[in-house]
T-cell receptor, first 117, second 111 residues
Framework: GAVVSQHPSWVICKSGTSVKIECRSL??????MFWYRQFPKQSLMLMAT?????????EQGVEKDKFLINHASLTLSTLTVTSAHPEDSSFYIC?????????????FGNGTRLTVT | DQQVKQNSPSLSVQEGRISILNCDYT??????FLWYKKYPAEGPTFLIS?????DKNEDGRFTVFLNKSAKHLSLHIVPSQPGDSAVYFC??????????FGGGTRVLVKP
């Protein structure tokens, strides 16, 4: 079954509004979660690394003031797309790795399809 | 600069035959490689991985080969089944658990 839950699975919003996406690790704790974005027919691009209890680390070219990340607990990270514009329409996916470590791979949520009209 | 490349955007194979997916990388700091399978509108699902200290890892129908000197890895699926039809992403891990993904290869297994 799913070990990372992402909500909502899809959202349509008007230009200028903000949208919050939640990512939860269901049966493990994750001090670090990752947020990816995928445009149609393209690869997944890492946007930022979400760190529990501290500031997120953003990849080059990703605006931290536009994509607000909060990792308030060991099982929840949120991504808020602020003042969304049509070019922000994309498929956003979070991932998390079990803190118990070892060679466990990253588990991904089912993604959120954001459409900004 | 794409550090992980999958040069074949698509692959079509007959059911029962072998599917071979290729992936090349440029960053010698990658220490772990993974293959993910992805259906439309879903997140990637982990398939199989390999550490940079190994050259082969097998799990059921899936085998991953790593040629470190060539900075090349491949995924073999045998026998291919219609349910294997999906997009397959190669990913490489560097420090901090960050994954860099290739562009994906769409596999179609024909019955």
């Amino acid at each position: 079954g799913a070990v990372v839950s992402q909500h909502p699975s899809w959202v349509i919003c008007k230009s200028g509004t903000s949208v919050k996406i939640e990512c939860r690790s269901l049966d493990f704790q994750a001090t670090t979660m990752f947020w990816y974005r995928q445009f149609p027919k393209q690869s997944l691009m890492l946007m930022a690394t979400s760190n529990e209890g501290s500031k997120a680390t953003y990849e080059q070219g990703v605006e931290k003031d536009k994509f607000l990340i909060n990792h308030a607990s060991l099982t929840l990270s949120t991504l808020t797309v602020t003042s969304a514009h049509p070019e922000d329409s994309s498929f956003y996916i979070c991932s998390a790795r079990d803190n118990r470590g070892g060679s466990s791979p990253l588990h991904f949520g089912n993604g959120t399809r954001l459409t900004v009209t | 600069d794409q550090q992980v490349k999958q040069n074949s955007p698509s692959l079509s194979v007959q059911e029962g035959r072998i599917s071979i997916l290729n992936c090349d990388y440029t960053n010698s700091m990658f220490d772990y490689f993974l293959w993910y399978k992805k259906y439309p509108a879903e997140g990637p699902t982990f398939l199989i991985s390999i550490s940079s200290i190994k050259d082969k890892n097998e799990d059921g129908r899936f085998t991953v080969f790593l040629n470190k000197s060539a900075k090349h890895l491949s995924l073999h699926i045998v026998p291919s089944q219609p349910g294997d039809s999906a997009v397959y992403f190669c990913a490489a891990r560097a420090a901090g658990n960050k994954l860099t993904f290739g562009g994906g290869t769409r596999v179609l297994v024909k019955p």
